[in-house]
């Protein structure tokens, strides 16, 4: 079982949650997922299985997919509706088009300052963490890419929004609520948030965790799918076959003895090819093409 699972997580779950239903139900320890969820967030969370634990970090690269909501004149600790309330305002002078336009303005390369209650580190402790125990700290911007971030309802008298946004791993949602919520003079914070890709896997082809745990072991198998599959944003390069035995081993070969067959957006990684084998990942260099990870054994 060396592959990944296209989970569609529930409310009120951790992603460490999903990962150890499955870690019991499949009797593996390798399991781990590519992109944490929020607890109430819901939708896709792809998680790997076995030895594609060891490709987690070439996910990075992926594009995610978001539908929110938000709800404008509230302002909590947490940037969500499920933390203190720390204010409330009057939105009722707020026009539709200054609502369109702080979204239209909200694409591109932006500066976000991460939620002190996330997952991140500062001084190598939880910022959520030290956001329950009071102490005062600040969380450094960071850029992020906004791809596309789109109202797909808007609703000036309940002050509620909804919208899809398309942006680089690594981005908060709860933080563009916050953020545009400022920008209008008024406050806001995210009331839910759906997952709806991340790379390849969509949400149309999500499967709840309960209905896999109760699946057979043959049922769950075809739900996992290969590894080499997932990984788009790497290209794929043909390997001599008088080299298989030589990348296995860790060392490197010389450029002729390899094709590009389709181009890396990956930092000039591949994933390596023999035939029909899947070797495993490879960086093409000065030297060649060296060995990342070696994924299959002879």
């Known amino acids: 079982m060396d592959g990944v699972i296209n989970i569609n997580k529930p409310a009120d779950w951790t992603s460490q949650d999903v990962c150890s239903k499955l870690r019991g ?36 690269k992926d594009k995610k997919k978001y539908h929110a909501s938000m709800k404008l004149g509230i302002s909590t600790d947490t940037l969500d509706i499920t933390g203190e309330i720390l204010g409330t305002c009057d939105y009722s002078k707020v026009t539709e088009n200054v609502v369109r336009e702080a979204f239209t303005g909200y694409i591109g390369t932006v500066d976000q300052v991460p939620p002190k209650y996330s997952a991140l580190k500062v001084n190598g402790k939880r ?28 609703d000036l008298v309940t002050g509620e929004i909804e919208f899809d946004v ?40 999500a499967i709840d965790i309960e209905t896999l745990c109760e699946m057979s072991d043959e049922e769950i198998g075809s739900r996992i799918i290969p590894m080499q599959d997932t990984l788009n944003e790497l290209g794929i390069i043909a390997l001599n076959n ?18 590009i067959i389709e181009n890396s957006r990956f930092d000039n990684i591949y994933r390596v090819y023999s035939g029909d084998i899947f070797l495993g990942i490879g960086a093409i260099g000065h030297e060649g093409l060296k060995p990342l990870k070696v994924l299959y054994h002879q």
């Open 242 to 259: 008088n080299r298989i035995t030589a990348f296995c081993n860790g060392n490197s070969s010389y450029i002729t003895n390899c094709r």
């Open 127 to 154: 910022a959520y963490d030290l956001a329950r125990s009071g102490a005062d700290f600040e969380m450094k911007a960071r850029e992020t890419e906004i791809y596309e971030n789109k109202i797909t309802r808007l």
């Open 25 to 60: 139900r499949l009797h593996i320890k390798k399991i781990g997922h590519t992109g944490t969820l929020d607890p109430m967030a819901t939708g896709v969370l792809p998680v790997c299985v076995g030895n594609a634990t060891r490709i987690i970090e070439y996910y990075d």
């Open 166 to 205: 398309t942006c680089k791993k690594g981005t908060y949602i709860r933080t563009i609520c916050d953020d545009i919520g400022r920008k209008l003079g008024c406050g806001a914070v995210m009331t839910a948030l759906v997952r709806t890709a991340s790379g390849i896997f969509t949400i149309e082809e």
